[in-house]
């Protein structure tokens, strides 16, 4: 189950993309995350050494088979509600690049980091879409860019 921390409650700070992959008929694909149930955005950490454009490349990659190109910088998700995670060493806030790209080409693949991948209507997104998901979809439905939150 999904469920948000108080922000004082990490103890670490992790950057990570979050990957906004867009069909060519304007649906996102979202995966159905193995570690929580819920539904979100194909993503992950940044490597040491790696830019946040090869991370978002390769994690997309890893998760669901596909290889994109990015098209634009959504924006800078720092804000701590919703984005304290708890793993099995260690609390953690997480700061997400998040990233629009488009395929390229792959064959949509589930990955053992996913229990399922869909594609949705933006003005339809599942009700449990992990809530740092929803506010950065909101922004992209909106055409925004260059967002820091």
């Not at 924006?75 to 997480?94: A, F, H, K, M």
Request: with cysteine.
């Amino acid at each position: 189950m999904y469920a948000p921390r108080r922000a004082d409650a990490a103890t670490i700070v992790r950057v990570g993309v979050a990957v906004v992959v867009a069909h060519k008929d304007g649906r996102i694909l979202l995966e159905r995350r193995s570690d929580c149930g819920w539904w979100g955005l194909p993503g992950g950490r940044i490597d040491p050494g790696e830019s946040a454009e090869q991370a978002a490349i390769r994690e997309v990659f890893e998760e669901t088979g596909l290889n994109v190109r990015i098209t634009r910088l959504i924006g800078l998700y720092s804000e701590p509600e919703g984005r304290i995670v708890t793993y099995p060493d260690n609390v953690v806030q997480l700061v997400d690049v998040a990233i629009a790209a488009e395929i390229v080409s792959g064959r949509l693949t589930i990955s053992p980091e996913s229990l399922d991948l869909q594609y949705f209507e933006p003005a339809k997104l599942p009700d449990e879409l992990v809530p740092p998901a929803r506010r950065l979809l909101d922004d992209y439905a909106q055409g925004l860019f260059g967002v820091l939150r």
